[in-house]
């Protein structure tokens, strides 16, 4: 939208953006030289920061913000935060993610130009994550976590856990570490075939949380619609736009934006883990008032000796 200022939750239409583009008139060289490029690298383009998209046009940081301030956006954060927003759209699967590289990559002839030392793979997958967990920490909101915590703190609410794909496993690791502190605990999946019987009788104390990466699943959607019909409490971890999720009633957003292939879980495991740390400092206090009021007195250390009591009986653990 003209004149979007930076950081508004106003929503624009890739395809708007590109005619914005395309319609842009004589531009001066270097501007010119910016549109070129996004109108052969869209939507990969979009993932790019300021000094990336700068550096694969060939123009300076200044003459990228000078294009995005004729095109209606108050600087280069509005309008790459556009094309993110919709971007994400076209780029929902690791396939089109690599497409994308492709077609950013072959801009330049020299690869090496643009990666510089394959052994420093590790070293720009670490900066990534860093920064994504550390935008990760800002963009959830502290009060929303709270509320989970406080919720999963109450062992006498049952709970049911739940993602898809690859991220039921991720969920699995959260469950296996959750088991020492809570009971009363579902985990749906992996096959969704089997989560109507799972969840049949689901009563209006139960809380549903659920994870999503990139897309926003059929199943998952399904499972909070019917969790909602029956006064249950939904929570989702996801990296989408709260507001692209109106069927939730609480949503803890985390970030994982980059032009990677394949986009790090680390910001879903920082979200969850930071879950697990607030209801062991529950527990810290006591059994949460209202499984109190309930008579459920569980949770840690008594599951924790009663988990490791069983693994000793299996003798699957080597002592150290």
């Not at 200022?5 to 106003?10: L, V």
Request: zero cysteines; proline letters at 6%.
């Amino acid at each position: 939208m003209v004149g979007v200022e930076d950081g508004a939750e106003s929503v624009e239409p890739l395809a708007s953006v590109v005619e914005k583009i395309a319609s842009a008139g004589e531009l001066p060289p270097g501007e010119s030289a910016v549109a070129g490029y996004l109108g052969r690298a869209l939507p990969g383009a979009a993932l790019l920061n300021l000094q990336q998209l700068s550096d694969r046009a060939g123009v300076s940081t200044a003459t990228v913000t000078r294009f995005a301030k004729r095109l209606g956006y108050s600087g280069f954060k509005s309008f790459n935060a556009a094309l993110r927003r919709h971007a994400h759209h076209h780029l929902q699967h690791p396939g089109d993610r690599l497409a994308a590289h492709h077609v950013n990559t072959a801009v330049t002839t020299d690869r090496d130009a643009q990666h510089p030392g394959d052994s420093d793979t590790l070293g720009r997958r670490a900066e990534l994550v860093q920064k994504n967990v550390q935008a990760t920490s800002v963009s959830v909101d502290p009060d929303a976590l709270a509320r989970v915590v406080d919720l999963l703190a109450q062992e006498a609410r049952p709970l049911y856990l739940a993602a898809v794909a690859s991220g039921h496993f991720v969920m699995a690791h959260f469950a296996s570490l959750l088991a020492y502190l809570r009971g009363n605990t579902v985990l749906l999946g992996p096959g969704t075939d089997h989560w109507p019987h799972a969840v049949a009788g689901m009563p209006s104390d139960a809380v549903v949380l659920a994870s999503s990466v990139d897309r926003d699943p059929a199943a998952i959607k399904a499972l909070m619609l019917y969790a909602d019909r029956r006064g249950a409490t939904t929570v989702l971890i996801s990296n989408a736009p709260a507001a692209t999720t109106p069927w939730v009633q609480i949503h803890l957003e985390f970030n994982n934006t980059s032009d990677a292939v394949f986009r790090s879980r680390t910001p879903l495991l920082t979200v969850l883990e930071a879950l697990l740390d607030g209801v062991a400092a529950a527990q810290d206090h006591g059994a949460h008032p209202e499984d109190q009021a309930r008579g459920v007195l569980g949770g840690s250390p008594s599951r924790a000796d009663d988990l490791e009591e069983m693994f000793a009986l299996l003798g699957t653990h080597t002592p150290r």
